[in-house]
Nanobody, 119 residues
């Protein structure tokens, strides 16, 4: 599956952004989708995950819990990351990734989209 992330930009602290991850090439509903981010000089870190199919289960990093929401629309082959109450420490390159439903590893990665949050 090929993934294309978009929706990043420059915002102020407290603002919201919605990132999109458009998938192509395979049946999107067969994959769980995750969002990761990498800040300058930092290692890539997990942000959120949504299970395959209808996405009944979600998982969030503690740092974003209550502020970010991951969702998916299989009819549009797209996953989303709604980011509210953004903080300067959310500044990073955000990546979406996909994994087969039976695996924990993410085998497919999109290019990143930049998110910059000014104070």
């Amino acid at each position: 599956v090929q993934l294309q992330a978009s929706g990043g930009g420059l915002v102020q602290a407290g603002d919201s952004l919605r990132l999109s991850c458009a998938a192509s090439g395979r049946t999107f509903s067969n994959f769980a989708v995750g969002w990761f981010r990498q800040a300058p000089g930092e290692e890539r870190e997990f942000v959120a995950d949504i299970t395959w199919g209808d996405g009944e289960a979600t998982l969030y990093a503690e740092s974003v819990k209550g502020r970010f929401t991951i969702s998916r629309d299989n009819a549009k082959n797209t996953a989303y990351l709604q980011m509210n109450s953004l903080k300067p420490e959310d500044t990073a390159v955000y990546y979406c990734a996909a994994r087969w439903s039976w695996k924990y590893e993410y085998d497919f990665w999109g290019q990143g989209t930049h998110v910059t949050v000014s104070s």
